[in-house]
């Protein structure tokens, strides 16, 4: 069964330190990981996603993750916190080897960042 | 920047009631989703859609849900008799194609069944 893990309900970090937000996953075949956020009464923005290549991907707004198949993580990190970091954080998993018209995402619950000043 | 658009933002409506939630996807996208959050729960799958049909579906969408292109622009999520477990925020999201690539979301509608 396709899963996704945050294990942390809550981050919080000063600003202008490093953040982790993390998230494990389990699925069948080939993973695509995403990483969306949601800023208050927003929706789901996407940040990141990996597909294939490198490791490493980098996205928007200074974010990266860093894709570890052995621990079958993909960590959200970004070397310098602003406090507009602040919002929902969504690690999501799709099965990457599935049929042309199959893309349904599973989600983790959700991390909570707060940087705050 | 195109963007995924849903109304109403917020809906209120009674136990029993028919609801439709209305998204508006990315005009060239050809692949359709709605997915629901539940108050502090994960956000869960519910249908996507293609070719104008379903491709996939989950448990949680039984008969009272239905979902429709109605006109080549608007997608929308009827339920049917709402009941009270039903009250969850609503996404709708769209990609342009499967493969390779993220779908974008929209803002969602709360939906509160009273």
């Known amino acids: 069964a396709q899963s996704v893990a945050q294990p942390e309900d809550q981050v919080n970090v000063a600003e202008g330190n490093p953040l982790t937000v993390k998230c494990t996953y389990s699925?069948?075949?080939?993973?695509?990981l995403f990483w969306y956020v949601q800023y208050p009464n927003r929706g789901l923005q996407f940040l990141l996603k990996?597909?294939?290549?490198?490791?490493l991907v980098k996205g928007s707004y200074g974010f990266e993750a860093e894709f570890n198949k052995s621990q079958t993580s993909f960590h959200l990190k970004k070397p310098s916190a602003l406090v507009s970091d602040s919002a929902l954080y969504f690690c999501?998993?799709?099965?990457?080897?599935?049929?042309?018209?199959?893309?349904?995402?599973?989600f983790g619950r959700g991390t909570q960042l707060t940087v705050w000043p | 920047e195109p963007e995924v658009t849903q109304t109403p933002s917020h809906q209120v409506t009674q136990m029993g009631q028919e609801v439709i939630l209305r998204c508006v996807p990315i005009?060239?996208?050809?692949?359709f989703y709605w997915y629901r959050q539940i108050l502090g729960q994960k956000v869960e799958f519910l249908v996507s859609?293609?070719?104008?049909?379903?491709?996939?579906k989950s448990e949680i969408f039984d008969d009272q849900f239905s979902v429709e292109r109605p006109d080549g622009s608007n997608f929308t999520l009827k339920i049917r008799s709402t009941k009270l477990e039903d009250s969850a925020m609503y996404f709708c999201?769209?990609?342009?194609?499967?493969?390779?690539?993220?779908?974008?979301f929209g803002q969602g509608t709360r939906l509160t069944v009273v």
């Open positions: 999201a769209s990609s342009d194609r499967v493969t390779n690539t993220e779908a974008f």
């Open positions: 990996y597909i294939t290549g490198d490791n």
């Open positions: 999501a998993v799709r099965e990457g080897n599935r049929g042309s018209t199959l893309g349904r995402l599973y």
């Open positions: 859609f293609y070719n104008n049909e379903i491709s996939e």
């Open positions: 005009s060239n996208h050809l692949y």
């Open positions: 699925v069948s075949g080939n993973p695509y």
